[in-house]
């Protein structure tokens, strides 16, 4: 045997040092998996288990011994169990056992599932309390704990070892016994504290701010504080314990098992100095389940003391917590606050003002901006729930509260500010970027700030008048003396040094309270006859310091400048509203028409400039939305004929300017004609502005239109010459910008089209011309799929279709399309533009009803024929296009397709749910039928084709879950056979399920064992739990069965 062991030994060594493609190392798998099978290999593992050191022999030695267990326990010969049981248990609990952690784990596990096979409701409570007789003895203590881990984890396991029956009886049986389990935990919990630990003396409060709340925390058990002389040996048995609890605690009721014993425990190690963190994420597994015991009350308040108390101390000394506690202990503030605060809020014996005004310290406490962060969260949540509670009440805001939450804004807008928080804020990187949902850039700093600034928000909702009373004074007193100051050091010559740190921290300072400002433009709204003297001041200086900083061009003085004139341009952006509700009030008051177009005309005269060459392009894009969002949102009522003067000269001005910027303003411009005022004569507005769009329209296209009369076009190739090419695409660009931006007014629409009227046939022309480039026809189809989407009424079912026919001739199949489908990661040009070709033809068939029945074999053919074969075994950003046309073509032309067609579609997204891999494209498929279940009737029609019920629709998804290959998704799947099997219930059980398991390499018992069990109820609950049961059974008896798994 000696030699057997080294030639495993040598075996194994060189089987975990090859690649896992390696041909050899597939080879000796082989041979390995088969030796586990064979019978002398248990004898062979328990030999090696006690006479090799060598890791890799002893890890083979478990995984024989696993196997036998778990698939050949009850085969084994009563003495044999008891001989193996013996054995194991004396290996896993010597005295001078060397194994290392990961060897011992995996023997406590195999215990656990022997202990899982003999578990019984007569062996149960002894086999527990024999465990518990482990941990009380000091030689075998940690084993027996880890083995109470084990347990929870084995007997619940959702590997399929075990039939579902025996699962469910498992977890009904094990639950009976966890007051047992909690109990030997806890009191040896309690006796590891009694031998380690000792009371310390209070701490001496020299905090006054503490004095009045103090109070609370002293005197309670729950509360006092302890050191501890814990061994190394001693730390590794509570947090085992710990972790065999927080192991319980993630699947047991615990408000029915949540014992205040346990409770004492966990609090008297929470307030150990030196090991505390394992109680804490203990404790933070409780409050995460957001449970509620039987004696609720008394629950919360120890909670709450708990919290109460340790802030004090935290607060009063913080140096002694190191981060990782502070962490920690804000989580489980967190989750006290998220999942019971609404339970104590209004209850007299919780002194809430008081918790608050403590979490306030606590929170400008925290050592970095992530900590700090976390608390704002918590904040966050509080602030969230006075709001909803204010708003469903339709109350004001509790006055309590007051002074409280507005010197906490006061404070938290001086975290925000370098000239208070220079120290804090320049340890925050500024550098690292991170993308938010909107795609745009922002760094840590940017994050840090909002969250703030959102926080101070949500407390000016709250409490709008005083708010904006103690935050209006940020502005006059800083903004506008920083400009006056920057204006007089301009005047003398001075130069702005970029090197500067107290310059350019006051520039960000600056910018943020900028920033604070257009998150209260809301307020300033609501509450508009009250602070209009206020808001209006502020909107002036913004104008006046927008028109300094064109004029001085001070995004030059670096990049920090440039930042606060893009936050000036979105501040004033945001006060539209406001303008719009300044506008409506001058209706009312028409004495005060002038002053409110002067402010329009001021700020027209502020945005014109920023449209030139040399403005930093990032400045001129945040122009062209200001002037959009005043255009769409303000609509003043004279904005067309103060914008006059800019309309007439847009197409010099913005002639040098990239595309991305033209079509931003070129879009803010077309809105400017196309919009008119509210509450105006329309018939009127629109004789005014029909002839002023016209021209516009034709400043930007006539070049385009000069194309084709270019002299060798076509023959010489002019047209891909790179300057052609640029035309097109900032036309085209503009164009879609301007489409897309289009009011949704008929006559806007029709003014539209017909201005552009004359660039449509020439683009289509494009189509040809430019088939083999697919830079050019994805930003054609781009086109075309904005202009379908916006006009479709106005352009007609007969252009959309000589466009789609046009596409597919152009685009065809074979080597030009497998070109352009060909490394989509490394050129994603060519599946960008099939993606938007198959985008406009999933919106034709929406959009075409019974119009589209003349394209529809062209539109199938094209699509299975020529796409599909290109995309079948790939993992090309195609496929949710083509899937998504496949499904309104069964949607929306189910009655025009012929059978064929039909049965090739519903084969192909059956073929995609067996072979996907990408789980948001098997959503979509599996989302898709479920829709067509409704709309057509899909299941009946599938049924209806089908020689045996569901034997190739729901056959696959049977596969698939037995398979585990989607199991993110098996609850939609499960649901998507119960739709399936309701079309015919008897069929289903009677028909499908025999027939599925004909073909099953199980035995017949087995077989039968399944039918059984799936018991013939139609509520979806117990169907959904028979179909759980069949997958998990299956799979058990295949296990079983294969003898070389």
Request: aromatic content about 12%.
């Given at each position: 045997m000696d030699n057997k062991t080294k030639e495993l030994e040598l075996l194994l060594n060189e089987f975990f040092t090859l690649e896992g493609n390696n041909p050899k190392r597939t080879e000796l798998d082989k041979f390995l998996t088969n030796y586990k099978s064979q019978a002398e290999s248990f004898e062979h593992a328990k030999y090696y288990l006690v006479h090799s050191t060598n890791n890799y022999v002893l890890w083979f030695s478990l995984l024989v011994i696993e196997h036998k267990v778990c698939k050949a326990w009850y085969t084994m010969a009563p003495q044999d169990q008891n001989d193996t049981k013996t054995y194991l248990y004396e290996t896993y609990l010597k005295p001078n056992n060397q194994f290392p952690t990961f060897i011992n784990a995996k023997l406590g596990q195999i215990l656990a599932d022997i202990g899982r096979n003999e578990f019984s409701p007569t062996s149960a409570t002894e086999y527990i309390s024999n465990i518990a007789n482990l941990i009380r003895n000091p030689v075998t203590s940690l084993r027996g704990v880890n083995l109470l881990q084990y347990i929870s984890e084995e007997f619940l396991t959702t590997k399929h070892f075990l039939p579902q029956q025996k699962k469910n009886e498992l977890k009904k049986l094990l639950i009976l016994q966890v007051p047992l389990v909690i109990s030997v935990l806890t009191e040896y919990l309690s006796n590891l504290f009694a031998q380690n630990a000792e009371k310390k003396l209070p701490f001496k409060n020299n905090n006054n701010n503490l004095s009045s709340i103090a109070h609370f925390a002293v005197g309670s058990p729950d509360t006092n504080t302890y050191t501890g002389s814990f061994s190394n040996e001693t730390k590794l048995l509570t947090k085992a314990v710990f972790d065999a609890l927080t192991s319980y605690f993630q699947w047991i009721p615990l408000n029915e098992l949540l014992t205040p014993v346990l409770l004492d425990v966990l609090f008297k190690y929470l307030r150990l100095d030196n090991?505390?963190?394992?109680?804490?994420?203990?404790?933070?597994?409780?409050?995460?389940?957001?449970?509620?015991?039987?004696?609720?009350?008394?629950?919360?308040?120890?909670?709450?003391?708990?919290?109460?108390?340790?802030?004090?101390?935290?607060?009063?000394?913080?140096?002694?917590?190191?981060?990782?506690?502070?962490?920690?202990?804000?989580?489980?503030?967190?989750?006290?606050?998220?999942?019971?605060?609404?339970?104590?809020?209004?209850?007299?014996?919780?002194?809430?003002?008081?918790?608050?005004?403590?979490?306030?310290?606590?929170?400008?406490?925290?050592?970095?901006?992530?900590?700090?962060?976390?608390?704002?969260?918590?904040?966050?949540?509080?602030?969230?729930?006075?709001?909803?509670?204010?708003?469903?009440?339709?109350?004001?805001?509790?006055?309590?509260?007051?002074?409280?939450?507005?010197?906490?804004?006061?404070?938290?807008?001086?975290?925000?500010?370098?000239?208070?928080?220079?120290?804090?804020?320049?340890?925050?990187?500024?550098?690292?970027?991170?993308?938010?949902?909107?795609?745009?850039?922002?760094?840590?700093?940017?994050?840090?700030?909002?969250?703030?600034?959102?926080?101070?928000?949500?407390?000016?909702?709250?409490?709008?008048?005083?708010?904006?009373?103690?935050?209006?004074?940020?502005?006059?007193?800083?903004?506008?003396?920083?400009?006056?100051?920057?204006?007089?050091?301009?005047?003398?010559?001075?130069?702005?040094?970029?090197?500067?740190?107290?310059?350019?921290?006051?520039?960000?300072?600056?910018?943020?309270?900028?920033?604070?400002?257009?998150?209260?433009?809301?307020?300033?709204?609501?509450?508009?006859?009250?602070?209009?003297?206020?808001?209006?001041?502020?909107?002036?200086?913004?104008?006046?310091?927008?028109?300094?900083?064109?004029?001085?061009?001070?995004?030059?003085?670096?990049?920090?400048?440039?930042?606060?004139?893009?936050?000036?341009?979105?501040?004033?952006?945001?006060?539209?509203?406001?303008?719009?509700?300044?506008?409506?009030?001058?209706?009312?008051?028409?004495?005060?028409?002038?002053?409110?177009?002067?402010?329009?005309?001021?700020?027209?005269?502020?945005?014109?400039?920023?449209?030139?060459?040399?403005?930093?392009?990032?400045?001129?894009?945040?122009?062209?939305?200001?002037?959009?969002?005043?255009?769409?949102?303000?609509?003043?009522?004279?904005?067309?004929?103060?914008?006059?003067?800019?309309?007439?000269?847009?197409?010099?001005?913005?002639?040098?300017?990239?595309?991305?910027?033209?079509?931003?303003?070129?879009?803010?411009?077309?809105?400017?004609?196309?919009?008119?005022?509210?509450?105006?004569?329309?018939?009127?507005?629109?004789?005014?502005?029909?002839?002023?769009?016209?021209?516009?329209?034709?400043?930007?296209?006539?070049?385009?239109?000069?194309?084709?009369?270019?002299?060798?076009?076509?023959?010489?190739?002019?047209?891909?010459?790179?300057?052609?090419?640029?035309?097109?695409?900032?036309?085209?660009?503009?164009?879609?910008?301007?489409?897309?931006?289009?009011?949704?007014?008929?006559?806007?629409?029709?003014?539209?089209?017909?201005?552009?009227?004359?660039?449509?046939?020439?683009?289509?022309?494009?189509?040809?011309?430019?088939?083999?480039?697919?830079?050019?026809?994805?930003?054609?189809?781009?086109?075309?799929?904005?202009?379908?989407?916006?006009?479709?009424?106005?352009?007609?079912?007969?252009?959309?279709q000589q466009t789609i026919a046009q596409f597919i001739d152009a685009v065809g199949g074979g080597d030009n399309l497998n070109q352009m489908l060909m490394n989509s990661q490394t050129n994603p040009m060519g599946s960008n533009m099939v993606s938007k070709l198959l985008q406009i033809l999933a919106f034709a068939i929406q959009t075409s009803g019974n119009s589209f029945e003349s394209l529809l074999t062209n539109t199938v053919d094209f699509a299975m024929d020529k796409i599909y074969p290109c995309i079948v075994n790939s993992t090309s950003p195609v496929l949710p296009y083509f899937f998504t046309l496949l499904h309104c073509i069964l949607d929306n032309q189910w009655k025009h397709l012929k059978a064929n067609q039909t049965q090739r579609l519903l084969l192909t997204f059956q073929n995609s749910f067996c072979h996907e891999t990408n789980v948001n494209l098997f959503k979509q498929n599996l989302d898709a039928f479920e829709k067509l279940k409704t709309k057509v009737k899909l299941y009946d029609k599938i049924a209806q084709m089908e020689h045996i019920f569901g034997c190739t629709f729901i056959t696959v998804f049977f596969d698939i879950l037995i398979a585990n290959q989607q199991s993110v998704q098996n609850e939609d799947i499960i649901n998507t056979i119960y739709h399936f099997a309701s079309v015919n219930f008897d069929k289903f059980f009677q028909e499908f399920l025999n027939s599925y398991l004909l073909s099953k390499q199980i035995t017949n018992e087995q077989k039968s064992k399944l039918l059984s069990n799936f018991t013939m109820d139609k509520d979806q609950p117990t169907f959904n739990a028979n179909m759980n049961q069949f997958i998990n059974d299956y799979c058990f008896y295949s296990y079983l069965n294969n003898n070389t798994q």
């Open positions: 090991n505390s963190i394992p109680a804490l994420m203990c404790l933070n597994e409780i409050l995460s389940k957001n449970c509620v015991p039987k004696e609720f009350e008394e629950f919360l308040m120890r909670i709450f003391h708990q919290i109460f108390s340790l802030m004090t101390d935290i607060i009063a000394n913080p140096n002694l917590y190191n981060s990782d506690f502070l962490n920690k202990f804000t989580q489980f503030i967190n989750l006290f606050v998220s999942n019971h605060l609404r339970r104590v809020e209004n209850n007299p014996n919780f002194p809430i003002s008081d918790f608050l005004s403590l979490l306030f310290q606590y929170s400008f406490l925290q050592p970095s901006s992530e900590s700090f962060l976390s608390c704002i969260e918590i904040w966050n949540k509080f602030l969230d729930y006075l709001i909803t509670q204010s708003t469903e009440k339709s109350q004001p805001a509790p006055t309590k509260y007051t002074d409280g939450l507005l010197l906490f804004q006061s404070e938290l807008v001086k975290r925000t500010l370098f000239s208070f928080s220079k120290n804090i804020l320049s340890q925050i990187d500024d550098e690292e970027e991170d993308i938010d949902e909107e795609e745009n850039v922002e760094t840590k700093f940017d994050n840090y700030i909002k969250q703030c600034i959102e926080v101070v928000a949500k407390i000016t909702e709250l409490y709008p008048n005083k708010s904006l009373e103690n935050l209006y004074p940020l502005f006059t007193e800083n903004v506008t003396s920083f400009f006056g100051k920057t204006e007089e050091t301009i005047k003398q010559g001075l130069i702005m040094d970029q090197n500067d740190e107290t310059l350019n921290n006051l520039v960000k300072d600056i910018t943020t309270i900028l920033f604070l400002f257009s998150r209260l433009a809301n307020q300033f709204v609501l509450s508009f006859g009250p602070t209009y003297i206020a808001a209006n001041f502020i909107f002036q200086k913004l104008l006046d310091m927008c028109s300094f900083s064109n004029q001085n061009k001070t995004f030059k003085f670096g990049e920090d400048w440039e930042k606060l004139q893009l936050q000036l341009l979105n501040t004033i952006r945001s006060f539209n509203y406001w303008l719009l509700e300044y506008g409506n009030q001058v209706r009312t008051v028409p004495s005060q028409q002038p002053d409110f177009d002067n402010s329009i005309s001021k700020l027209i005269t502020v945005i014109g400039p920023l449209f030139s060459l040399g403005i930093p392009e990032e400045i001129s894009i945040c122009a062209g939305k200001l002037l959009m969002t005043l255009v769409v949102v303000s609509k003043p009522i004279n904005l067309l004929q103060l914008m006059d003067n800019m309309i007439a000269g847009i197409h010099q001005v913005c002639g040098p300017l990239s595309p991305g910027v033209q079509s931003i303003i070129f879009s803010a411009i077309s809105c400017t004609i196309l919009i008119p005022p509210s509450n105006v004569n329309l018939s009127h507005q629109w004789d005014v502005r029909r002839p002023k769009y016209s021209p516009f329209i034709k400043g930007i296209t006539s070049g385009y239109l000069e194309l084709k009369q270019i002299p060798g076009f076509i023959d010489a190739k002019i047209y891909d010459k790179p300057e052609v090419v640029q035309r097109v695409h900032r036309t085209l660009k503009i164009l879609k910008g301007i489409i897309r931006s289009v009011p949704d007014l008929s006559m806007a629409k029709g003014i539209l089209h017909d201005a552009i009227q004359d660039t449509l046939p020439m683009t289509l022309e494009l189509v040809g011309i430019y088939s083999k480039r697919p830079d050019v026809l994805e930003i054609i189809l781009d086109f075309f799929l904005t202009l379908f989407e916006q006009l479709k009424t106005q352009v007609g079912i007969v252009f959309l």
